[in-house]
């Protein structure tokens, strides 16, 4: 099992900042993919960004050029910095992790919620 832990949401203006972080504990050997997605009340959840070990990232296009996922594999930590918010970007932001494209183990945190005013 992987335990996933996040912290770093709140409320910002629109415009402004906010780093997510994301720390993994348990059997890191079974995972070698970690990410972020959101959801909105009543809606399914989709990705925001995903990194590998190796440091392979991927974005959602609404994010590209505002949002950087980064990760530290000495502390088993994904960072999710997101800049420019926009009052669109609310939402539960979750961390997730798992092994390869498919995501294999399915590990979930328990979410943030990311508040952006207008």
């Known amino acids: 099992q992987v335990q996933l832990v996040e912290s770093g949401g709140g409320l910002v203006q629109s415009g402004g900042s906010l780093r997510l972080s994301c720390a993994a504990s348990?059997?890191?050997?079974?995972?070698?993919?970690m990410g972020w997605y959101r959801q909105a009340p009543g809606k399914q959840r989709e990705l925001v960004a995903a990194?590998?070990?190796?440091?392979?990232?991927n974005y959602a296009d609404s994010v590209k050029g505002r949002f950087t996922i980064s990760r530290d594999n000495a502390k088993n930590t994904v960072y999710l910095q997101m800049n420019s918010l926009k009052p669109e970007d609310t939402r539960v932001y979750y961390c997730?992790?798992?092994w390869g494209p498919g995501w294999y183990g399915d590990y979930w945190g328990q979410g943030t919620q990311v508040t952006v005013s207008s």
């Open positions: 997730k992790a798992g």
């Open positions: 348990g059997s890191i050997f079974s995972i070698n993919t």
């Open positions: 990194i590998t070990n190796g440091g392979s990232t």
